[in-house]
């Protein structure tokens, strides 16, 4: 910008000066002032023409030499009048004649400026070059020189002058605007490192700057610059340089307030008069500007939300989909206004799911279909819906997803995979029917779709799960017919056999999986079809093929599932015979070819127990000891407390080398560990007690294992424990009262070792101190978590804990499903169906039905007397029972009986009994 020239001259010319005739000095003084106020007001040409007029009167060498003022004032006059080649001319006779003059430099620098405006880049140019030399114009001449190479179309040029500018570093505002100009010139170029190293060197010298908010934008579109370029990193470093609006709003108002200070101390004293010296008005020109620039950014809206879009676009893009959705999420809840905010709300919406956030991703879901119903994006967010709900698991969420978009969205480019996936919804849930109905509906509507052969498939396989295996049959026929090479053509043969099996047609299965493997000898399940021919020579009764055939499923097993099964089997075939020389040797060629499996601890108890059923117990009390030492301090091998339970069997007994009157089965087991005692840890100590603890109930001292679970409670913390302890443990602090440390003992069981299959004494605990605590929701989740999430040996605990925390929540009609099932238990009869059949009393009293209550509670103290706790409080219930019906004898009558009851004479009930009698007065 060429800034106008504003002079002010004295008229000072030394009396005796001569001058024309025609002018006398009176009239030449007159016409001086004249043209000197013309220019203080602005009026550029009469100021121009009356200092022509005193010019041209002086006549002497001696007056001439002292013109040099008036000659650069004129010039001014014109350079502002817009008469440039005017002040040229008037330039150029200074220079001419005043070479060496203290203003010499400046009118070099006036005169390089009107060659610039008056359209002579190139002079200009060569000019601007000489002037560079002088340190006090150096900036200044050069951004003019950059301004001429601009003009002129020499681009190189121009980058060539503006870097000599800023070079070795940026310190006043020529050069910081020379680096604006000089960056802009780059990102247009698409060369942004070379931009970046510009922008770097006025961010770091922003003081100088002053147009922050265009060294701002620069900053954006070098950000955008690099993330066209796929260079990410970059863009982001790019975009965490740029200031706020706010920031840079207060930045403008502290640049303004600095000026006006400078502009008010730069101002001449009341007693001071003109300046002989040609001054530029830069000050209040700059002010102007910056206020002009502060006005105008404040009327913009505020740009930060698309810079938040780019940033966490830049974060997708480079794959940090975290940070991406932690912008984005921030973008929407600092600008839930700002704009279109769709863009925002989808891509959240995508990172979300991309993370498999599940709960995320669906609450996002539904939010961008209630507020943008028919945006751009609502179709793949409607299918992301249900899809991540069916990677959640929640088929009937997936479903009723899928349901509204096929109806809300009839031409939604996902409705053939939505109806897909609507199938595997209810297949998931259970609702194996409709999810077949919904396949036909598929196969109908996309004869030849992709999802063709799975839904084909999945409709055969629909009949498994529901147990129709003759319907089944024909249904993989088909899809074998349609696609005999397909994806799932060696399951679908493989499932055919499972409904052979399920129709006893052993034979047929041992000629299909002989044709099986022949076809796929290499196929991941050819374990389980090896496992289904063992099956079947086992329906058979071969027992050696059948051991034979498990042997080489475990072998091909590519899952620990099928492999332990498959081993499992083998060895109760030969056990089936009566060949422990077999048992022991399929288990230590297990050993031997798997010896870092997990299941290698159980096939050495395995092979312990075929010794001892050689009759070399000896022998398989050494071996026991030998393989317990690789792992009995590793609390995640689970089968060293079944090696110790063995050991702890062999011990009982004396052995011929071991007999005596006075044989101590705890001193033979002490004994037989004593070599393990020196490389035993804290969990290998502890499992020594277990051991002992194991074998006391077998020689008639099982009152003294409560001492040892106190003593490992004392000797050791929980994170010592192996699983099978630690459940121990925490059942005897329960038990004893102990609430908060068996809370943290089952806390450790089920942090620390998630896959244990102790797993669920954890929940079984935690849901039994939880609902003694009050909390009869929190339990019943527990309990739910134990019975059907993780179940294990604790199924009945579980059960028992799930039914009753539901009795406690009134859900009567779960709690009595739930007893029913553990009285009707085979497998636990015994106290659990004494608890079961008392709870279905409770049931009935509580709804008032004491009729029925009382058929429980009889059965309770007339079945089951061996369990007094419960006999005494089916004694006490049904007499309350009968005095709700007024039958108050009958009443009496049980409570005597209770107290005759020699089984219940240390009942803590007892008392209870007896105050009710007293006060019915019938004690």
């Known amino acids: 910008m060429i800034v106008p020239f504003q002079l002010s001259v004295l008229f000072c010319l030394l009396l005796g000066v001569g001058v024309a005739q025609v002018a006398a000095p009176n009239e030449l003084e007159t016409t001086y002032n004249a043209a000197m106020r013309a220019f203080g007001e602005g009026k550029w040409n009469e100021a121009a023409a009356g200092l022509e007029t005193v010019i041209s009167s002086v006549t002497d060498a001696d007056g001439a030499s002292k013109l040099a ?18 002040a040229l001319d008037s330039f150029r006779i200074y220079l001419s004649r005043y070479p060496q003059a203290e203003r010499a430099a400046e009118v070099r620098m006036a005169a390089a400026r009107a060659m610039l405006m008056n359209k002579d880049q190139e002079g200009a ?55 604006l100009i000089l960056a802009e010139f780059y990102l247009e170029r698409k ?122 676009s830049a974060y997708y893009e480079a794959g940090q989909k975290w940070e991406a959705l932690v912008v984005f999420d921030r973008l929407l809840a600092d600008f839930p206004d700002a704009g279109d905010g769709e863009p925002t709300h989808y891509a959240a919406l995508v990172c979300a799911s991309e993370l498999f956030l599940g709960a995320r991703t669906l609450r996002l879901c539904e939010s961008y279909l209630r507020k943008y119903p028919e945006g751009p994006n609502a179709e793949t967010a409607g299918y992301l819906g249900g899809v991540t709900a069916l990677q959640a698991n929640d088929a009937a969420g997936a479903e009723n997803r899928f349901r509204e978009i096929l109806e809300r969205q009839p031409k ?28 036909q509906q598929y196969l109908k509507d996309y004869p030849s779709g992709s999802f063709r052969e799975e839904v084909v498939y999945r409709q055969a396989l629909a009949f498994i799960y529901e ?32 409904c052979l099996y399920a129709g006893s047609s052993y034979n047929e299965i041992v000629t299909e999986a002989g044709a099986w493997e022949k076809r796929f000898p290499n196929n991941p399940i050819l374990g389980e079809v090896l496992s289904l021919l063992g099956d079947a020579h086992a329906e058979l009764n071969r027992p050696v093929q059948a051991a034979m055939a498990y042997t080489r499923a475990f072998r091909s097993a590519s899952s620990d599932e099928v492999l332990n099964y498959a081993l499992l089997q083998a060895g109760a075939q030969w056990r089936k015979q009566g060949n422990w020389a077999e048992v022991s040797r399929l288990f230590e060629n297990f050993v031997r070819e798997r010896p870092g499996h997990p299941s290698v601890v159980t096939a050495m108890y395995w092979i312990g127990k075929a010794k001892a059923r050689e009759g070399k117990t000896e022998e398989a009390k050494v071996f026991l000891v030998q393989s317990l030492q690789p792992y009995l301090n590793d609390p995640q091998r689970e089968s060293v407390e079944q090696l110790l339970q063995q050991l702890a069997q062999l011990c009982v007994r004396p052995t011929p080398s071991t007999g005596g009157a006075s044989y101590d089965a705890v001193a033979e087991l002490r004994k037989q560990l004593e070599p393990l005692r020196s490389g035993a840890a804290a969990t290998g100590k502890a499992r020594f007690l277990y051991a002992e603890a194991q074998l006391l109930p077998l020689i008639k001292r099982g009152d003294e294992v409560p001492k040892i679970w106190k003593e490992i409670e004392i000797q050791f913390v929980p994170e010592e ?12 602090l329960r038990t004893g009262g102990n609430r908060e440390a068996a ?20 929940y079984v605990g935690l849901g039994e101190i939880t609902l003694g605590a009050g909390d009869a929701r929190e339990a019943l989740r527990l309990f739910q978590t134990a019975a059907n999430e993780v179940p294990g040996s604790r199924l009945r605990e579980a059960m028992i804990g799930q039914s009753k925390a539901q009795y406690e929540l009134a859900l009567y009609d779960d709690a009595r499903k739930g007893f029913q099932t553990i009285a009707g238990y085979r497998e636990w009869r015994g106290e659990a169906t004494a608890l079961a059949m008392f709870y279905l009393g409770e049931i009935e009293f509580k709804q008032r039905r004491y009729p029925e209550s009382i058929a429980h509670y009889q059965r309770v103290f007339v079945a ?26 009958e009443a009496v009558n049980h409570l005597r009986e209770f107290l005759r009851n020699e089984k219940l004479k240390d009942s803590p009930d007892r008392a209870r009994a007896e105050k009710m009698l007293s006060d019915w007065k019938a004690l």
């Not at 003022?69 to 005017?86: C, D, E, H, R, V």
């Not at 806390?747 to 070792?753: G, S």
């Open 69 to 86: 003022p008036l000659i650069y004032t004129q010039g001014a006059a014109y350079f502002n009048a817009g008469n440039y080649g005017k």
């Open 125 to 179: 140019a060569k000019l601007f070059a000489q002037i560079e030399g002088i340190p006090a114009m150096r900036d200044e001449a050069l951004l003019a020189r950059a301004e001429c190479h601009r003009l002129l179309g020499q681009p190189v040029e121009q980058a060539a002058v503006l870097e000599k500018l800023i070079a070795p570093q940026i310190r006043s505002r020529s050069q910081a605007g020379g680096g």
């Open 721 to 732: 424990l192996s699983p099978a302890i630690l459940a121990e443990v925490g059942d005897f």
């Open 743 to 762: 809370g943290k003992v089952y806390e450790v069981l089920r942090d620390k070792h998630p896959k244990s299959a102790y797993l669920d004494a954890a």
């Open 864 to 889: 089951y007397q061996k369990y007094p706790v419960w006999t005494a409080r089916a004694y006490l219930r049904c007499a309350e029972a009968f005095d709700k019906l007024n039958r108050r004898q």
């Open 191 to 312: 060369e942004p490192e070379k931009a970046l190293r510009v922008l770097e060197a006025l961010a770091g010298r922003v003081g100088v700057v002053e147009n922050v908010i265009a060294l701002n934008g620069l900053m954006v579109r070098l950000g955008d610059e690099f993330a066209q370029k796929k260079r990410y990193p970059e863009a982001l470093s790019a975009y965490r340089r740029v200031r706020s609006r706010g920031d840079l709003i207060s930045f403008q108002r502290d640049r303004i307030s600095s000026m006006e200070r400078r502009k008010q101390a730069s101002a001449p004293s009341a007693s001071g008069g003109a300046s002989a010296v040609p001054t530029s008005g830069t000050v209040e020109t700059d002010l102007a500007a910056a206020k002009k620039l502060l006005t105008d950014f404040e009327k913009l809206p505020d740009y930060w939300p698309a810079l938040l879009f780019r940033m966490g």
């Open 467 to 498: 147990g129709k295996y003759a319907e089944a049959l024909p249904a993989f026929a088909a899809y074998l017919q349609d696609f005999p090479d397909g994806s799932f053509a060696a399951d679908a043969e493989y499932r055919r056999m499972l």
């Open 412 to 439: 939604s480019r996902f409705r053939e995979e939505m109806r897909f996936l609507l199938g595997n919804a209810l297949f998931m849930k259970g609702a194996l029917a409709e999810a077949r109905a919904e396949y």
